[in-house]
């Protein structure tokens, strides 16, 4: 069955605390992405990977990091530096081949502040 | 640079009736437009695209979409509401240059009995 899948669904974090989100693609797709939404924002870029081994920050990177070392694998840390980690995330993909591209989303994790 | 706009936070109609949730868009270069749909605490999926070509795209679930490049708009619409599809809509545009992609504030929509 393919897909992405998202782990976990739901993921609290303590004051000074990295944590990690998993995100693990089978459509052996070459572009991955990392969003967060807030209610009444939309989803907003953080991270973004076209090809294994590299990476670009998107529009909110301060206080994310992410690695691509598997072409199916794409995992997000939120460091202690991001002061605000309350919100919903969410890990995407997509080919690039002109006229076949969209977005394949997983189902997102929770990531509250305890 | 790349946006989108949807300027209805919220849009009600009544089972039965015509729906539209709107999206205007800026772009340089060619407009790739997209509309998703997320249901409660999930992933969104998606529903149509433009890339080129006509101007009324079909999609899922009985949705179509208009492009309209004097107005810059890409309205998402439905001849007939169902209840279930009440669900949040984002609209977005890809950045082709650097395969990104950039979504709207989001639409909810409410389709009521």
């Known amino acids: 069955d393919g897909g992405i899948t998202q782990s976990p669904k739901y993921l609290f974090r303590k004051e000074g605390q990295n944590v990690t989100l998993s995100c693990e693609q089978n459509?052996?797709?070459?572009?991955m992405y990392w969003y967060r939404q807030d209610p009444g924002q939309g989803l907003r870029l953080i991270y973004y990977?076209?090809?294994?081994?590299?990476?670009q920050k998107g529009d909110i990177a301060e206080g994310y990091s992410v690695s691509r070392e598997k072409k199916e694998s794409f995992p997000l840390t939120v460091t202690s530096a991001q002061k605000n980690p309350t919100a919903f995330y969410l890990c995407?993909?997509?080919?690039?081949?002109?006229?076949?591209?969209?977005?394949?989303f997983g189902s997102g994790t929770q990531l509250s502040v305890l | 640079a790349q946006s989108v706009a949807q300027p209805e936070d919220q849009v009600n109609v009544a089972e039965g009736n015509p729906l539209t949730v709107k999206c205007t868009y800026s772009v340089s270069g060619n407009p790739y437009l997209f509309w998703y749909v997320q249901y409660p605490n999930r992933g969104l999926q998606f529903l149509l695209k433009?890339?080129?070509?006509?101007?009324l795209v079909k999609g899922s679930y009985g949705f179509e979409a208009e492009f309209n490049k004097s107005q810059t708009s890409f309205h998402l619409k439905k001849p007939s509401a169902l209840v279930s599809d009440s669900a949040l809509y984002f609209c977005?545009?890809?950045?082709?240059?650097?395969?990104?992609?950039?979504f709207g504030s989001g639409t909810k929509l409410n389709v009521k009995p």
């Open positions: 977005a545009v890809r950045d082709a240059a650097f395969n990104k992609f950039y």
């Open positions: 433009y890339i080129t070509g006509d101007n």
């Open positions: 990977s076209q090809i294994v081994n590299d990476f």
């Open positions: 459509l052996n797709h070459d572009a």
């Open positions: 995407a993909s997509s080919i690039r081949d002109l006229g076949n591209e969209k977005l394949f």
